[in-house]
């Protein structure tokens, strides 16, 4: 009974299931951020509020600010951790947030 009706998954190629988990993926965190109120977009407590602290700890590793200070107006939290991070950051820090929690 159950081989039945799971017969159709096995006619799924990888490339079917990687491009529907991605595109549910992209359908999830894009209903969480279009959720999120306006005024907390890229502010304070919002969903991805860690996405927030380390995009930001990478701009502030440009601007020369204190990455371990607490910015409350920009995030609701402390960057924790070394500048090699915030520099890896760099990449979703120059995109959209949306673009960012997508990838």
Do not use: C
Not at 58 to 83: G, M, T, W
Not at 88 to 99: I, K, N, S, T
């Amino acid at each position: 009974m159950i081989k039945k009706g799971l017969s159709w998954l096995s006619k799924l190629s990888w490339a079917q299931v990687v491009v529907t988990y991605f595109i549910l993926i992209a359908v999830v965190s894009t209903k969480d951020w279009a959720s999120t109120p306006s005024s907390q977009r890229g502010g304070k407590d919002t969903f991805y509020s860690n996405y927030v602290i380390f995009t930001n700890a990478y701009d502030h590793l440009l601007d020369v600010k204190d990455i371990y200070a607490r910015h409350k107006r920009e995030q609701s939290d402390r960057f924790k951790y070394s500048p090699t991070f915030a520099v890896f950051m760099a990449p979703f820090a120059l995109l959209p947030d949306v673009a960012g929690l997508l990838l």
